[in-house]
């Protein structure tokens, strides 16, 4: 893993993060044109994983990095109702406040976690630690990450291979790592937490 920008501070990188995420043009951008095409392509990527057993109807459901909250329209979209977003800044009702460095639920509130902001994580350490803390023993985390190559402005680290993400995860197993084409990121990444520490 590569760390990426450099900031000054913790408050620095957030303000540089809430720059692209209240972006008055990207905000229109993600709301508009760009809402039902990421929809429609979240929800084959979450049928996908309910046709495999890593996702149910009756899951608690948790997108790590929401932005608008695509990704929780689509868990809804396919039948997980129970699903919620976190992001810096939150747009309501589908996307809460809330910093993936120190997510704001108990400890083991949700079955499932999706996200595909790893890059943007100044703390990749705390970002992976956060999810497994709030996955229950036996539930499913799934990252879609950009392998071997650098990332957007925003992005705080970059992957030279998926080794360095899967150590970060010391409370899981993998389940698979293969490729999908998700909006520029090119691997899926699935694991399990285990039942026992």
């Known amino acids: 893993m590569r760390r990426g920008a450099a900031f000054r501070s913790y408050d620095d990188y957030l303000r540089h993060q809430l720059n692209k995420t209240l972006d008055p043009r990207l905000r229109r951008v993600?709301?508009?044109?760009?809402?039902?095409?990421k929809v429609d392509a979240?929800?084959?990527?979450?049928r996908a994983l309910q046709a495999e057993g890593?996702?149910?109807?009756?899951?608690?459901a948790?997108?790590?990095?929401?932005?608008l909250g695509q990704e929780v329209a689509a868990l809804r979209l396919v039948g997980v109702p129970d699903a919620v977003g976190i992001d810096l800044?939150?747009?309501?009702?589908?996307?809460l406040r809330?910093?993936?460095?120190?997510?704001?639920?108990?400890d083991g509130a949700f079955d499932f976690e999706f996200s595909n902001v790893f890059d943007h994580a100044l703390y990749p350490d705390r970002f992976?630690?956060?999810?497994?803390?709030?996955?229950?023993?036996?539930?499913?985390?799934?990252?879609?990450v950009a392998v071997h190559r650098r990332g957007d402005k925003y992005s705080a680290n970059d992957l030279l291979d998926v080794d360095g993400l899967l150590a970060l995860f010391r409370r899981s197993e993998v389940v698979r790592v293969?490729?999908?084409?998700?909006?520029?990121?090119?691997?899926?990444?699935?694991?399990?937490?285990?039942?026992?520490?």
């Open 98 to 106: 809330g910093d993936f460095h120190a997510q704001p639920f108990a």
């Open 62 to 67: 948790l997108c790590v990095g929401a932005r």
């Open 89 to 95: 800044a939150p747009a309501p009702p589908l996307v």
């Open 30 to 37: 993600w709301a508009t044109r760009d809402w039902r095409r």
């Open 128 to 144: 992976v630690a956060e999810i497994e803390r709030t996955l229950r023993p036996g539930g499913v985390a799934v990252l879609h």
């Open 42 to 46: 979240f929800a084959r990527a979450f």
């Open 178 to 197: 293969s490729k999908v084409d998700a909006f520029g990121l090119d691997t899926e990444v699935v694991l399990r937490k285990k039942r026992s520490p």
């Open 54 to 60: 890593l996702l149910s109807n009756a899951s608690r």
